[in-house]
């Protein structure tokens, strides 16, 4: 007797973890940076006075700078390890500087399309600029993202045509 066969497992399932540690982190991080950016604006505790700029704008920094830091060791495990980050999680993260693009406080997005007039519709482009480093990503609106190589499915001569190997009879022996 043969051995029995165990479930399928995901090879490398610690280091999915890792990464999704990191990326919850830097999340977290990035969120309380801009909580207490709103907190500067109002005033602080009962007595009614405002807070010191210098100590809010210091601890922000230092929140967004651990941030960035988490995603720089994101990508780090990720790379290392050989393993595919997901286009939703590569879309919240600047390339460049490693910041967590969040929309209004990390980042600006718009529309744009740069065909002669902007006659064309099927040009529009998102534009998500990083307000950190000022790089901006550029993601086609209505374009379908294309599956990757190895998931595509692969069409026989025959479908292209039109034919199947169903519709083909065989010819008929009446002679």
Request: net charge positive; aromatic share 4%; glycine share 6%.
């Amino acid at each position: 007797m043969g051995k029995a066969r165990t479930a399928h497992t995901i090879q490398g399932r610690h280091i999915y973890a890792r990464a999704s540690y990191l990326y919850q982190a830097a999340n977290y991080l990035a969120s309380r940076a801009h909580t207490e950016q709103r907190d500067d604006n109002q005033t602080a505790g009962g007595d009614g006075s405002p807070r010191e700029h210098g100590q809010v704008s210091t601890q922000q920094k230092l929140l967004s700078n651990l941030s960035r830091q988490a995603i720089s060791d994101m990508r780090a495990v990720t790379l290392k390890a050989q393993i595919r980050q997901s286009p939703s999680i590569k879309k919240t993260v600047c390339r460049y500087c490693d910041t967590l693009l969040v929309e209004g406080s990390t980042s600006l997005s718009f529309v744009e399309n740069q065909s002669k007039g902007g006659k064309k519709p099927w040009a529009d482009v998102l534009v998500v600029q990083c307000k950190t480093c000022g790089k901006a990503k550029r993601y086609p609106v209505s374009a379908p993202r294309q599956p990757r190589r190895p998931l595509r499915v692969k069409q026989l001569p025959a479908q292209e045509v039109g034919e199947t190997i169903e519709n083909i009879e065989p010819p008929s022996a009446t002679s």
